[in-house]
């Protein structure tokens, strides 16, 4: 079967930095995606990974390794603002995104 | 219209009513995805179309109905409406139905079903 594994919720600090873990395991594998939903909103992309290693874009990376099923992001420097869910997909061999349940972070100042 | 609008924002329906979800998108957008999202699950894909005039159904099909006449539109029609299929319903577009191109969501419709 296919399956998306991420914690549910997760607490960090502001400033600090956070790793959100993702393993995945799909039916063939078009790449892996990261959302943000903040409440009561719609998802936003954040990355894409379809080849190994880490992707930069400003505060956020996200890594990816195919042979172990696994990506996470990484949230640097963090903001009141960052405090959303963050959604970790994995296509399939047919071009649909499996999605994981989210992972709530929360972050204190 | 900038992105993809939906309507209605929210809806309380009585059992056994038919409702359908309006999406209609302004990028040109080759692919569009009608979602459901409940609390403490993923995401899960009810149709989709990769492009005018082809639709093809989910992993939760059952009970929805979906048509694809031209480029912008993707209504989402519930036949006889049941209270299990009180959700969040989002619609989403990507350029193409194949490759590593991001989806772009719609602001929601929330639905309660009585």
């Known amino acids: 079967g296919q399956n998306i594994d991420q914690p549910t919720e997760m607490t960090a600090t502001e400033g600090a930095i956070v790793q959100i873990n993702c393993t995945y395991q799909t039916s063939g594998f078009n790449g892996l995606f990261w959302y943000q939903q903040h409440a009561g909103e719609a998802p936003t992309f954040l990355s894409y990974?379809?080849l190994d290693g880490l992707e930069e874009k400003g505060r956020f990376s996200s890594f990816l390794s195919r042979s172990k099923g696994y990506s996470y992001l990484l949230l640097k420097e963090l903001q009141m603002k960052d405090s959303a869910s963050y959604l970790c997909?994995?296509?399939?061999?047919?071009?649909?995104?499996?999605w994981g349940a989210g992972t709530k972070l929360i972050i204190k100042p | 219209i900038a992105g993809i609008t939906q309507a209605p924002t929210s809806q309380i329906l009585a059992a056994g009513r038919r409702m359908t979800l309006r999406c209609t998108q302004d990028?040109?957008?080759?692919?569009m995805y009608w979602y459901r999202q409940d609390l403490g699950l993923g995401l899960r894909l009810i149709h989709y179309?990769?492009?005018?005039?082809?639709?093809g159904k989910g992993e939760v099909p059952d009970g929805y109905s979906v048509s694809r006449a031209n480029t912008d539109d993707f209504p989402l029609t519930l036949a006889s409406a049941v209270p299990s299929q009180t959700s969040v319903y989002f619609c989403a577009s990507s350029g193409s139905g194949t490759g590593g191109n991001e989806q772009f969501f719609g602001p929601g419709t929330r639905l309660t079903v009585l």
């Open positions: 997909a994995g296509m399939d061999s047919n071009y649909q995104l499996i």
């Open positions: 990974n379809v």
């Open positions: 179309s990769n492009t005018a005039g082809t639709t």
């Open positions: 990028m040109r957008h080759n692919a």
